[in-house]
């Protein structure tokens, strides 16, 4: 098995658990979650990008500013929604991001798209109404907070994409650790102290995402994207595993078959651009 395939399943598991952790701490404000997890990969990464003279602030501040604001409110509403609904479906659902990328690198990129891609995009968002229409626990308003993450993941990958050989990879993902932090600082007055144990699961959180946000780039760094996208989708098998045996969630046929729908689509997807 290759380098590039596990670190791709070691970042899956760290942002698994990860995502576990934020349904876990329910009865913390989302924002403050988001703030844990953002400052908990902000104190490793800053530093080192002051050592290895990383540029801080970049040449595209706009576009820079615009991936941290959408990362940043993607997340809480994806933390949001976890504590809501259960965690399979949540990840399931975030999982047609790719769909809106593909929108926005056609429109604004002008990228080509060819017709099997539309067809495989088509197939994921069946999938992801199917699951709305049959899994009674996932609430219309959770359902619409989800889909509207996953359209600003959408547009976040297609400004990463633009942003990829004109910016440094960590000055990319520290103005996303910013503006996470400053904005939920904005709801500090909803939050609550940490008590005991509270304290590590708030720390960890932070550092499965620098876990799983390093073995990520290094993942595509040593492997063509075609080969450990897909691997990623482990993710959504972690959070399957971990809803069923830590919070008693349980799934019957339709809701799998819509999370059926949307892997494939998306896996459809890569393997058609893979073929070039």
């Keep these: 098995m290759g380098k590039g395939i596990v670190y791709m399943l070691i970042a899956a598991f760290a942002f698994a658990w990860m995502n576990l952790l934020a349904k876990y701490l329910d009865d913390f404000h989302p924002l403050q979650v988001v703030f844990f997890r953002a400052f908990g990969t902000f104190i490793f990464i800053f530093p080192y990008m002051l050592i290895k003279k990383v540029p801080v602030i970049g040449k595209h501040v706009l576009w820079l500013s615009l991936r941290g604001v959408l990362s940043f409110v993607s997340l809480a509403l994806f933390f949001k929604v976890v504590q809501d609904i259960p965690l399979g479906s949540a990840v399931a659902l975030r999982y047609t991001a790719p769909i809106f990328s593909v929108i926005f690198a056609y429109f ?148 799998i078959v819509g999370m059926t729908l949307v892997v494939l689509g998306m896996l459809l997807n890569v393997w058609i651009k893979r073929k070039g």
Excluded at 154 to 171: D, K, Q
């Design 108 to 255: 604004f990129l002008k990228e080509v798209v060819k017709l099997g891609q539309w067809i495989s995009l088509i197939i994921s968002i069946a999938g992801a109404f199917i699951m709305k229409g049959v899994d009674f626990r996932i609430d219309s308003t959770s359902f619409i907070l989800i889909m509207f993450s996953s359209l600003l993941v959408g547009g976040v990958f297609a400004i990463v994409r633009y942003l990829g050989s004109r910016e440094h990879f960590l000055t990319i993902i520290n103005y996303f650790m910013v503006f996470s932090i400053v904005g939920s600082l904005f709801f500090i007055q909803y939050w609550r102290m940490p008590i005991g144990q509270e304290w590590w699961w708030v720390s960890i959180i932070g550092v499965l995402g620098l876990i799983g946000q390093v073995f990520l780039t290094r993942a595509f760094q040593l492997a063509d994207t075609s080969t450990v996208a897909p691997i990623k989708y482990m993710e959504l098998v972690y959070a399957l595993l971990f809803g069923f045996f830590l919070f008693d969630e349980s799934y019957t046929l339709w809701p």
